[in-house]
């Protein structure tokens, strides 16, 4: 029974005091839809984060809908000893920084996360604290998680919204909350556009394991301060960087020059990776997952216009890619993500692969053609890659751009094409003996999901469509 009750889920406002004999075991919370329903955070003029021009009064002046005073919170908190870690789900009205505050008054909780449904704004009415300080609590926090929609700039551009408020008052509540942690903090997860970078390149962060950075880079600056930050984190152990890229931000290199010594990660993720940074020489031999990838996908680019998601896509060629896996030395690399341009060294990378990393296990692939009349070799891509020895997942998008995979045809055969193509793959792959499995993309409208294939023999079925999988 305890591991049963670890994590509970309360929707606020319908939570109360919880059951006595599960009190001990929950060492995880998770609030629901806390604060505000969704109609109420529209009539306040707010929606994730972002300012939505509807009325509150009617022509006569009356307003159209009475906003309530919040509930209560944390009443859960008080009977939940051992709680440790507390998220906030689906809070499209926002997470009260009063709410924030309750959290750390409980001495056991070292872990707040805010996803990415909910926005971190108080409404109404939408007023900073005047006193941010969190010396009258201490600060216990090892890890905060704070992962806001990544298409919240997309949405404000299209809603023709001002994000510019939001932006400011987080930007407030993340420097009152990050620096405080310095001295404690193992995982932070931050968006770039609000994080306080350059104060935080003022500290040394001695315990911390985890960095990762998403969002989008808005200045010149932010290039320039992550090599400083990082220097100030030499026990880190996962760096992940999933930032959208500008105009006169190109490829910024993670560090500008190399540290006094090596960096011993575990995982590396970095979107639009630089072949010339010096971090590839410097990770140490105990990688086990590596991703050079993309952020926001690239097939996106051919679902907005530039003036609704004002980004670009330098994705690596497989020659860059190439260039890049022959700099790191990574024997038990485990997981790898490539993401790349289709050019005359492509072969040649995917035969490196089995060579430089022996024991890898799972690889996603997401393969962009060199010119739009170019075939997609995707059995060839499968025969490359049988040398890999321990192979047991392949993710592989390749760029398919007939009809029948064309996002939003409602004419297409889809499921009849991309099932065809995915057996096809596993016919090829099923000979290897830890071989479990290939997926494909299925787009859906704001992100995409795999489609899994299996062998005839499995006991999943040959076809997994209700993947857990996400792009």
Same mark, same amino acid.
């Given at each position: ?67 309530? $005073? ?27 920084? @009063? ?7 409980? $001495? ?16 109404? $009415? ?22 806001? !929609? ?16 939001? %932006?400011?008052?987080?930007?407030? +509540? ?48 932010? !290039? ?6 990082? &220097? ?13 890229? !500008? ?50 996908? %690239? ?21 860059? !890619? ?43 692939? %997401?393969? +962009? ?17 049988? &040398? ?38 596993? @016919? ?44």
């Amino acid at each position: 029974m305890p591991a049963l009750f670890q994590e509970c889920r309360s929707i606020v406002r319908f939570g109360g005091v919880p059951p006595e004999t599960i009190r001990p075991y929950v060492r995880h919370i998770k609030y629901i839809r806390a604060f505000f329903k969704i109609e109420e955070a529209y009539a306040a003029g707010y929606f994730n984060g972002i300012m939505v021009p509807m009325p509150l009064v009617d022509s006569s002046g009356n307003r159209i809908i009475k906003i309530p $005073p919040p509930p209560p919170f944390g009443l859960e908190l008080d009977y939940l000893p051992n709680v440790c870690a507390v998220t906030f789900l689906r809070c499209a009205g926002g997470v009260l920084w @009063s709410a924030f505050m309750k959290c750390l008054e409980y $001495p056991n909780v070292t872990s707040i996360s805010i996803n990415k449904d909910s926005a971190w704004i108080c409404i109404p $009415p939408p007023l900073t604290p005047s006193d941010l300080s969190l010396a009258s609590h201490g600060c216990r926090l090892t890890e905060f998680t704070y992962t806001p !929609c990544q298409w919240r700039e997309t949405q404000s551009r299209l809603r023709k919204t001002n994000l510019q408020p939001a %932006h400011a008052r987080e930007r407030s +509540y993340l420097h009152a909350l990050v620096l405080a942690m310095s001295d404690t903090a193992e995982s932070l997860t931050l968006p770039l556009e609000t994080a306080p970078l350059l104060e935080m390149a003022n500290k040394d962060w001695p315990r911390m394991r985890t960095l990762s950075l998403i969002g989008r880079y808005t200045h010149p600056d932010q !290039c320039r301060i992550i090599p400083l930050l990082l &220097l100030r984190m030499p026990n880190l152990r996962s760096l992940s960087i999933k930032v959208m890229q !500008c105009e006169g931000m190109w490829r910024p290199p993670l560090l500008k020059e190399l540290p006094d010594t090596s960096y011993c990660l575990r995982s590396l993720t970095i979107s639009y990776p630089n072949p010339a940074d010096p971090i590839f020489s410097w990770v140490g031999d105990g990688l086990t997952s590596l991703s050079l990838r993309d952020s926001p996908r %690239h097939y996106f680019r051919s679902r907005y216009s530039y003036r609704a998601l004002p980004v670009i896509f330098p994705i690596l060629s497989a020659s860059e !890619c190439l260039a890049i896996l022959k700099r790191i030395s990574a024997p038990r690399l485990s997981i790898l993500e490539l993401v790349y341009q289709a050019d005359a060294a492509e072969d040649e990378l995917l035969q490196y692969l089995s060579r430089a990393f022996p024991l890898l296990e799972e690889l996603e692939l %997401h393969r +962009y053609k060199g010119s739009i009349k170019e075939s997609v070799p995707y059995l060839h891509i499968a025969h490359s890659l049988m &040398l890999i020895k321990y192979l047991r997942a392949l993710y592989l998008n390749v760029d398919i751009t007939e009809s029948s995979y064309q996002f939003g045809n409602p004419g297409a055969d889809l499921e009849k094409a991309r099932s065809e193509r995915g057996l096809e793959l596993v @016919s090829v792959l099923q000979s290897g003996a830890y071989f479990e499995y290939v997926a494909l993309p299925l787009h859906i409208r704001s992100a995409g999901i795999w489609i899994l294939y299996h062998p005839a023999w499995s006991p999943n079925g040959t076809v997994e469509r209700n993947s857990p999988y996400a792009m």
